[in-house]
């Protein structure tokens, strides 16, 4: 697969909140959207030291990680430990459960399916921004 010509299956969401990372991801994942996710998220982090994050899933397919270095994985699980509060899963499956364990006492995360996204955007104090 040629990565370059591939649509990104990871998008940045615009949102109300400076210090919200929100994105969408569609369809498949490859080794190079995990990339970008970590990238966006690193660019997130090093604005605001502790952020929330909406992970909207839609017609979500499935993640092939298995190109993707193992430092990168780490190094993004370190940051997301380090200044995520609170997260918010929408639609697709729930893996909230399987992460939960590996979470910070004072993270939250929570899961909403995809007919009640406006619930998550409510719990995290935030908005998204019309497209123009």
């Known amino acids: 697969m040629n ?3 591939a649509v990104p299956a990871i998008r940045r969401i615009d949102s109300s909140r400076d210090d ?3 994105i969408d991801i569609v369809g498949e994942v490859n080794s190079a959207d995990a990339e970008n996710l970590y990238g966006l998220l690193e660019a997130a ?3 605001h030291p502790r ?3 909406l992970v909207r899933l839609t017609d979500f397919d499935t993640a092939d990680w298995s190109e993707t270095s193992p430092q990168t994985i780490e190094q993004g699980r370190q940051m997301a430990l380090a ?3 609170r997260c918010a899963s929408v639609g697709g499956p729930d893996w909230t459960r399987r992460i939960r364990a ?3 006492p004072e993270q939250e995360l929570r899961y909403f399916p995809a007919e ?3 619930e998550a ?3 995290l104090g935030a908005k998204p921004k019309k497209s123009t």
């Open 20 to 22: 919200l990372f929100a």
């Open 3 to 5: 990565y370059l010509e």
């Open 83 to 85: 200044h995520v509060r």
């Open 116 to 118: 009640r996204e406006a």
């Open 51 to 53: 952020v929330d994050v």
């Open 45 to 47: 982090c090093a604005l």
């Open 102 to 104: 590996e979470l910070q």
């Open 121 to 123: 955007w409510e719990w």
